[in-house]
C-alpha cells in the first residue's frame, strides 16, 4: 500500500477529505524512514512534527532516575509525537525510539497550522487530532487505574495480541506497570492455557 493511502484511510475514517484536500496534505508531509533503536524526540527536545506511523513500533518512554519508563508502545495506523511538547512548545519530558525500522509520515507544526488556517476542514482536521490523543489518554488512565495488574496484562494481550511478540518483555512490564516476574509469571500462565481469557 502506498505510504499516503495508509494515511488517507486512516483520516477518513473520521472525516470526508477531497482529493484536492488531501494533495495539500500529501504536499505539506513528507516520508521518513527511521532505523531500529534510532530516537526520533530525545528529552529536552522540543517537538515540532507529528507522525503517523505507517510501518513499525515506536516506544514512548520517560526517565525516572536512571530507569526508563516506558508510557505508550505505537503501532501502524496511529499518530504520535511527544504531544505537550507540540502543542506548547516546552521541551519534551519523553523519549520517542523506534523499536523496528519505521516509515513515518511527518508534518511539522508550522505546515500544520499552515493548513488550519487555509479551510475549515482543516480546522475539523485539528480539533481530530487533539480528540484522538485525548481519547487514548483517557483510555489508558482508566486502564491503569481501574484494572489490577492481572486484568491490565489480560486486556493488553486480548486486545494487542499482535505486540506481545514484537514488544521485548521488560518494555511490556513497564508499559502495564506489573513486576517483570509477576508479567513472566502470567505470560507463562496463558502459555499453559492459551485459551483466551477475559477481564472480568
Same mark, same amino acid.
Not at 48 to 71: A, D, M, N, P
Not at 78 to 88: E, K, Y
Given at each position: 500500500?502506498?505510504?499516503?493511502?495508509?494515511?488517507?484511510? &486512516?483520516?477518513?475514517?473520521?472525516?470526508?477529505?477531497?482529493?484536492?484536500?488531501?494533495?495539500?496534505?500529501? #504536499?505539506?508531509?513528507?516520508?521518513?524512514?527511521?532505523? #531500529? #533503536?534510532?530516537?526520533?524526540?530525545?528529552?529536552?527536545?522540543? $517537538?515540532?512534527?507529528?507522525?503517523?506511523?505507517?510501518?513499525?513500533?515506536?516506544? =514512548?518512554?520517560?526517565?525516572?532516575?536512571?530507569?526508563?519508563?516506558?508510557?505508550?508502545?505505537?503501532? $501502524?495506523?496511529?499518530?504520535?509525537?511527544?504531544?505537550?511538547?507540540?502543542?506548547?512548545?516546552?521541551?519534551?519530558?519523553?523519549?520517542?525510539?523506534?523499536?523496528?525500522?519505521?516509515?513515518?509520515?511527518?508534518?511539522?507544526?508550522?505546515?500544520?497550522?499552515?493548513?488550519?488556517?487555509?479551510?475549515?476542514?482543516?480546522?475539523?482536521?485539528?480539533?481530530?487530532?487533539?480528540?484522538?490523543?485525548?481519547?487514548?489518554?483517557? #483510555?489508558?488512565?482508566?486502564?491503569?487505574?481501574?484494572?489490577?495488574?492481572? =486484568?491490565? &496484562?489480560?486486556?493488553?494481550?486480548? $486486545?494487542?495480541?499482535?505486540?506481545?511478540?514484537?514488544?521485548?518483555?521488560?518494555?511490556?512490564?513497564?508499559?502495564?506497570?506489573?513486576?517483570?516476574?509477576? &508479567?513472566?509469571?502470567?505470560?507463562?500462565?496463558?502459555?499453559?492455557?492459551?485459551?483466551?481469557?477475559?477481564?472480568?
Amino acid at each position: 500500500m502506498d505510504n499516503f493511502r495508509a494515511l488517507q484511510e &486512516f483520516l477518513g475514517r473520521f472525516m470526508p477529505l477531497s482529493g484536492e484536500d488531501f494533495a495539500i496534505l500529501k #504536499k505539506k508531509s513528507s516520508v521518513i524512514h527511521i532505523r #531500529k #533503536k534510532d530516537i526520533i524526540t530525545d528529552a529536552g527536545d522540543t $517537538e515540532l512534527y507529528l507522525y503517523f506511523v505507517v510501518k513499525g513500533l515506536i516506544r =514512548e518512554y520517560f526517565y525516572k532516575g536512571s530507569q526508563q519508563v516506558t508510557t505508550d508502545l505505537i503501532s $501502524e495506523g496511529t499518530i504520535t509525537g511527544s504531544v505537550t511538547s507540540f502543542f506548547t512548545g516546552a521541551p519534551s519530558h519523553f523519549c520517542l525510539q523506534a523499536m523496528e525500522p519505521c516509515s513515518l509520515i511527518a508534518i511539522h507544526k508550522g505546515a500544520l497550522e499552515d493548513l488550519y488556517r487555509s479551510n475549515r476542514n482543516w480546522e475539523k482536521f485539528g480539533r481530530i487530532i487533539t480528540t484522538h490523543f485525548l481519547l487514548q489518554q483517557e #483510555k489508558q488512565i482508566l486502564n491503569y487505574t481501574r484494572l489490577n495488574p492481572r =486484568e491490565r &496484562f489480560l486486556h493488553f494481550v486480548n $486486545e494487542y495480541s499482535h505486540l506481545v511478540q514484537r514488544v521485548p518483555q521488560k518494555y511490556l512490564a513497564s508499559f502495564l506497570q506489573i513486576k517483570p516476574e509477576t &508479567f513472566s509469571r502470567m505470560k507463562h500462565m496463558i502459555r499453559k492455557n492459551p485459551k483466551k481469557q477475559s477481564v472480568s
